[in-house]
């Protein structure tokens, strides 16, 4: 999905969120952003680190939050799967909606235009602030 040319008003976020950069993303499109549990503590992790984190930071990251004593993976097991998941389908999709660049070459993820305006969204990330 694509986001709407700015003169389209169908199903925007409310006027309100002018102010907080969200004008461009419909609801269904900020709904299919939040949905994923991966997608928002990418967007938790890069508003705690305030610059550009790699992608190895970021799978180092999630892979350790996520531990599930319940299966029976290796932490490199794990660390492939969130790489995979996160170059393949949640970083692409960030990038798409203006919230992170993801410099696939260098394996980076800076911060963009729509981030600052998901902080709301995905909770505090003064709470447990990570260092890059």
Do not use: W
């Not at 299919?32 to 610059?51: H, K, Q, T």
Request: with cysteine; proline share 6%; net charge negative.
């Amino acid at each position: 999905m694509k986001i709407p040319h700015p003169t389209d008003t169908t199903n925007r976020v409310s006027p309100s969120s002018a102010e907080t950069g969200l004008e461009e993303l419909t609801l269904e499109a900020l709904r299919s952003v939040l949905s994923s549990r991966r997608r928002r503590a990418i967007i938790r992790y890069v508003l705690a680190a305030d610059d550009s984190v790699t992608v190895k930071q970021l799978v180092r990251a999630l892979s350790e939050s996520e531990n599930d004593p319940t299966f029976e993976t290796t932490f490199l097991e794990r660390c492939q799967r969130v790489h995979d998941s996160l170059s393949q389908t949640h970083l692409p999709k960030l990038e798409e909606y203006g919230i992170v660049e993801y410099e696939r070459g260098a394996g980076r993820v800076s911060p963009a235009a729509h981030l600052l305006a998901l902080e709301p969204y995905v909770g505090s990330t003064t709470a447990g602030k990570q260092s890059p």
